[in-house]
């Protein structure tokens, strides 16, 4: 009686079809209803379950091609294993939440829109989809149901969907060339590769030393290296793309990632510069970096101003970074003798006054040195300017830090206190910043309160108030900055029309809302 109660059962898998169908819709449904990402809105445990994705996402594979190996397997043995149908199970079931916690790392994580995105969101949706259509055919086939053939379609089909999926899921995360860099030549164009090249002598295509230009054949390689897998097209990490000079320049949502003179300000230095456990690092999770000599030699070339066009032989590089020049691109810099130390111009050479007034700041710098080591820095030797970065204090730097700053507010010529836990409480010990340039307060506690000191500084020439709590009423305020040329406003309190009222009482200034 038992055995043909459980017979019955097995012949109407109604209850498990149905629920399958609604979970699939729910899934195709879930991008709509939800809409587009929507970072800093989500709470943290949905980022948290968010990053799961990578590891979940294995455990649906991995169970499908065991299936595979089962079904291969019953060729030789004539018999199917009886493991074959609880494994397609747990494959649907697994393949459900990674769907799921891939969409909470969509929705909350910091990614913009591109083909490889969109075609791994749909494509997870879509094997998931199948999956669980395969399990209920083979339910059903099971159960006494003539659908042997349409199991094994399906079967076939969700494994090319995984294999597409996948594909789309790597290119976005290491790049589109990331399965057919190496591919098999017949296969390599088909994957997303380059074709191979024939082979060239070594120092083919080198332009001569007066032609080789310092960005394009120096530079941006050492950026392709380590930045562009997640600042490109395909991948606009922080909306910040690098593999233009154009867009480098441009920057992202946290400004430019130049600041063309001054290299220790750049945000591309500061973030290639802090310690390797550092989240904000560049590049992150411990990956290894730019060595210290090349940072040099990109430092170099934006204190020479970072131009496009600059060629290797009018730039007249040092010694240490022709050295290194030499070691990056040999071809470029063997039939040039190494440029000789630029001599100390009276220009240059600091007064007795000036050199009195450099010690008495080295002094404060030293002293702060204490409490934030390499936080505060010359802008250069011939000068007694400082800049001040609390970007490796993230987190924990403070309203009672900044007081500390206060002896040094007169020289600071640029300020950023990106993610520290400040209020408006800070910019009070900063009040005689009168040579203040750049500021950034992204992703701060900073209100409108704060508003009324910051026009105090009528030098500013950049602000980043990104992620803050200021609105529309505050910003108008902002009129009064004749000097400011760029203001990042990217997920504040501030509306359009809030910024299109502000462009007219500023119309030199580029203001960013981060919307494309």
């Known amino acids: 009686m038992s055995n043909v109660t459980e017979s019955t059962k097995m012949k109407r898998p109604f209850m498990l079809t149905v629920m399958g169908i609604i979970v699939c819709a729910a899934m195709l449904l879930m991008p709509g209803l939800v809409g587009p990402p929507a970072e800093n809105v989500y709470p943290d445990i949905v980022r948290f379950l968010g990053r799961f994705h990578p590891v979940i996402l294995h455990l649906p594979i991995g169970m499908l091609v065991l299936a595979l190996l089962l079904e291969f397997g019953s060729i030789f043995t004539r018999k199917e294993s009886p493991a074959l149908q609880s494994t397609l199970f747990f494959t649907a079931v697994t393949s459900v939440v990674s769907v799921l916690a891939g969409f909470l ?98 120092n083919a295509g080198d332009a001569p030393v007066a032609e080789t230009l310092v960005y394009q054949d120096i530079v941006a390689p050492m950026l392709e290296e380590k930045c562009w897998k997640c600042h490109k097209a395909d991948k606009v990490k922080g909306k910040l793309r690098m593999d233009t000079y154009e867009l480098l320049v441009k920057g992202g949502k946290e400004g430019s990632a130049l600041d063309i003179g001054h290299a220790e300000k750049s945000n591309l230095i500061i973030r290639m510069e802090l310690d390797i456990k550092d989240e904000e690092r560049m590049p992150p999770d411990e990956k290894p970096g730019l060595k210290p000599e090349e940072i040099a030699v990109i430092k170099w070339w934006i204190n020479a101003g970072a131009k496009p066009d600059l060629t290797l032989a009018a730039a007249n590089p040092p010694p240490d970074i022709a050295a290194t020049i030499a070691k990056l691109k040999p071809n470029a810099t063997k039939t040039a003798a190494p440029a000789p130390a630029p001599a100390t111009t009276t220009n240059d050479a600091p007064s007795a006054d000036t050199s009195k007034e450099r010690t008495s700041i080295l002094a404060s710098i030293n002293e702060l040195q204490k409490s934030f080591p390499g936080a505060a820095q010359f802008e250069s030797q011939a000068s007694n300017d400082v800049h001040f970065t609390a970007v490796s204090m993230r987190g924990t730097f403070s309203d009672k830090d900044a007081q ?24 009070a010990h900063l009040t005689s910043a009168s040579k203040l340039k750049t500021l950034r307060l992204g992703e701060t506690k900073i209100t409108n309160a704060s508003i009324a000191s910051i026009i105090g500084f009528s030098s500013l020439e950049s602000l980043n108030l990104f992620g803050s709590e200021v609105t529309d009423e505050a910003i108008q305020q902002l009129a009064a900055l004749k000097n400011l040329k760029n203001l990042y406003l990217w997920r504040s309190k501030v509306t359009p029309a809030g910024v299109e009222a502000l462009r007219k009482a500023l119309p030199g200034c580029d203001i960013d809302m981060g919307i494309p």
């Open 404 to 427: 500390k700053l206060a002896s040094l507010a007169a020289h600071l010529t640029s300020v950023d206190l990106t993610a520290t836990l400040v209020t408006d409480a800070s910019l």
């Open 105 to 202: 790392l969509y929705q909350s994580d910091d990614f913009s829109d591109s083909s490889s995105l969109t075609l791994h969101l749909w494509g997870g949706i879509a094997f998931s989809c199948l999956c669980i259509l395969t399990f209920l055919v083979k339910a059903w086939t099971d159960s006494g149901a003539s659908a042997a053939w349409l199991y094994k379609v399906l079967l076939v089909t969700t494994s090319g969907v995984m294999a597409f999926a996948s594909h789309e899921g790597a290119s976005l995360v290491h790049g589109s060339d990331y399965l057919g860099k190496y591919a098999p030549e017949p296969l390599r164009e088909i994957l997303g590769g380059k074709p191979i090249e024939d082979k060239k002598p070594d």
